[in-house]
């Protein structure tokens, strides 16, 4: 299994502009969840899904964010317009089964983003 | 509020020592604790997890943790460090909504040679 992926790895944006941030995750997992790992605020879940039904947004920071996972395979979180203060290492991870206690999530390799 | 602590920033032992690396816990009901680790530019990836039964639990790497109910804490251990093992250590508390993980602040384990 290729494991969780995620694109780009990197992305260096100019604020106002628009990113996608795009995400693969274990074929067969069922719960798909959008980190934010930053220096000051640590690890921070932004939304999740299950069943690619948003269950919990209440992380994502402001109207400017929104995600989509159109089906099983695929999920997008998108910045528009981006800030600075936006710059961070964004995560996603799946897991299965995830209304049962053995519910490990599987993290993707992430992706840096800096806006300039 | 519901919550785990890593009580430490930064753990620095040498390499062939016994590691441990905190965490508390303030959780009702029955708590089920995982530890993550990440390696510099990695993601993240499970360790271990405590559900129910042993207090010991045995993970990968040679890892192991110790569920202490009486002192409400889940310290990440093993007998001893490599370079290797060098990495910033989560631990995470399982939440009742569909499998929502709450993450501690993380602690910085370098093991030096």
């Known amino acids: 299994d290729a494991g969780v992926i995620q694109s780009p790895r990197h992305e260096v944006t100019e604020m106002g502009q628009e990113v996608t941030l795009r995400c693969k995750p274990i074929s067969g997992h069922n719960s798909l969840f959008w980190y934010r790992q930053t220096m000051m605020r640590g690890l921070e879940l932004l939304i999740y899904f299950n069943n690619n039904v948003p269950i919990d947004d209440s992380g994502m920071p402001e109207d400017r964010f929104s995600a989509k996972m159109p089906n099983a395979s695929f999920s997008t979180l998108k910045i528009q317009p981006s800030e600075p203060r936006d710059s961070a290492v964004y995560f996603c991870?799946?897991?299965?089964?995830?209304?049962?206690?053995?519910?490990?999530?599987?993290f993707g390799p992430g992706t840096r983003l800096t806006v300039l | 509020a519901q919550s785990v602590a890593q009580p430490e920033d930064q753990v620095n032992v040498a390499e062939g020592n016994p590691l441990t690396v905190k965490c508390t816990y303030s959780?009702?009901?029955?708590?089920?604790l995982f530890w993550y680790v990440q390696y510099p530019n990695r993601g993240l990836q499970f360790l271990l997890k405590?559900?129910?039964?042993?207090?010991l639990v045995k993970g990968s790497y040679g890892f192991e943790a110790e569920f202490n109910k009486s002192q409400t804490s889940f310290h990440l251990k093993k007998p001893s460090a490599l370079v290797s093992d060098s990495a910033l250590y989560f631990c995470?508390?399982?939440?009742?909504?569909?499998?929502?993980?709450?993450f501690g602040r993380g602690t910085q384990l370098t093991v030096w040679p």
């Open positions: 991870a799946s897991s299965l089964a995830a209304g049962t206690i053995y519910n490990e999530q599987f």
């Open positions: 959780v009702s009901g029955n708590p089920y």
């Open positions: 405590y559900i129910t039964g042993d207090n």
């Open positions: 995470v508390w399982r939440g009742s909504t569909l499998g929502r993980l709450y």
